[in-house]
Nanobody
Framework: QVQLVESGGGLVQAGGSLTLSCVAS????????MGWYRQAPGKQRELVASIAKGGSTNYADSVKGRFTISRDNAKNTVNLQMNSLKPEDAAVYYC???????????????WGQGTQVTVSV
């Protein structure tokens, strides 16, 4: 069993900050890329930011310079620091991780249940 649990969502005023956290637990041998996605009502889920095991990062153009992704490989966690939040950042944010389980031979994608981020004007 592998589980991803997000936390840190909530309501924030435009211009404010939030930090999302995600921890992976279970029979994990290795985690490759971890990332954050978001889905607003009526829109497709989109990549916000990702971070490879070695630390290289990738960001959506819309969040570059405002969001920072980081991870702790020892704790199987990934964080998303969100600054200068805008109303258009409001969405359900999902954590995703490429995980190899104990006894497995390949990496598979696992998703968290999502955490709501609401930005008020």
């Amino acid at each position: 069993q592998v589980q991803l649990v997000e936390s840190g969502g909530g309501l924030v005023q435009a211009g404010g900050s939030l930090t999302l956290s995600c921890v992976a637990s279970g029979t994990i041998v290795s985690i490759n890329t971890m990332g954050w996605y978001r889905q607003a009502p009526g829109k497709q889920r989109e990549l916000v930011a990702s971070i490879a095991k070695g630390g290289s990062t990738n960001y959506a153009d819309s969040v570059k310079g405002r969001f920072t992704i980081s991870r702790d490989n020892a704790k199987n966690t990934v964080n998303l620091q969100m600054n200068s939040l805008k109303p258009e950042d409001a969405a359900v944010y999902y954590c995703k991780a490429q995980i190899k389980r104990l006894g497995g031979f390949a990496y598979y994608d696992y998703w968290g249940q999502g955490t709501q981020v609401t930005v008020s004007v």
